[in-house]
């Protein structure tokens, strides 16, 4: 089975830092897909950036951008110029065939 | 386009009783996903559908689970009888490719009294 860790249960950054979030995950297969989604207290799970194993270039969607280090197993997001609206949970999610297997989440909280 | 909708968005009910969460999809995806979320367990994917049929409901944690998908633009999730352990945010998804990720709806947080 394939399972995703986020070692960081919460974390904090000031407004306009720069953050990582970290996700590692297991698997034994080689293609494959990893997603970062974002939880904001309205409950709504929305896509931040996506990522295949097959390519080596890290996704970069705005602000949002990730270190996919595939011998490692891991896949982290970087959120630079943090703004007060990044405050969420966020959560690593894996992908082979069809099914999304999620991480516990991080709760990120931006400060003034 | 309206997104994946999903009714209602908060149930309170008492043990015992039948409770049905209802889901509509992206108008041209062509599969479902039932999603539980708890603090405990995170999100935990208890039944996809592809076409209208259901392909993996492994996840579905008992026979007081069940859901159906009549149509390619509804689907429900019925707890019967419901206990206060099925307390949650339920979530449904869909998607035309999974491999670009699923678009979630706003989610039902059931309360079991």
């Known amino acids: 089975a394939q399972t995703v860790t986020q070692s960081q249960p919460e974390m904090s950054v000031q407004e306009a830092e720069t953050v990582t979030l970290s996700c590692t995950y297991d698997?034994?297969?080689?293609?494959?897909?990893l997603f970062w989604y974002k939880q904001p207290p309205s409950r709504q799970m929305i896509l931040v950036i996506r990522?295949?194993?097959?390519?080596?270039q890290n996704a970069t969607e705005n602000r949002f951008s990730v270190n996919f280090q595939k011998a490692a197993k891991s896949f982290s997001l970087k959120i630079s110029d943090s703004q007060l609206g990044d405050t969420a949970m966020y959560f690593c999610?894996?992908?082979?065939?069809?099914?999304?297997?999620f991480g516990k989440g991080t709760s990120l909280l931006v400060t003034p | 386009d309206a997104g994946v909708i999903q009714s209602p968005r908060h149930e309170v009910t008492e043990m015992g009783q039948e409770v049905t969460l209802r889901c509509k999809p992206i108008?041209?995806?062509?599969?479902l996903f039932w999603y539980r979320q708890t603090m405990m367990r995170g999100l935990e994917l208890l039944i996809y559908?592809?076409?209208?049929?259901?392909?993996?409901d492994s996840g579905m944690p008992e026979d007081r689970f069940s859901a159906k998908m009549p149509n390619a633009s509804f689907s429900t999730l019925k707890i019967q009888p419901s206990e206060p352990r099925d307390s949650a945010v339920y979530f449904c998804?869909?998607?035309?490719?999974?491999?670009?990720?699923?678009?979630f709806g706003s989610g039902t947080r059931l309360t079991v009294v």
């Open positions: 998804a869909s998607s035309l490719r999974g491999d670009y990720g699923y678009t």
């Open positions: 698997t034994s297969e080689n293609n494959y897909y």
């Open positions: 990522q295949e194993a097959y390519k080596q």
């Open positions: 999610a894996f992908m082979t065939l069809y099914a999304l297997n």
């Open positions: 108008s041209g995806h062509n599969s």
């Open positions: 559908f592809n076409n209208n049929v259901p392909i993996d």
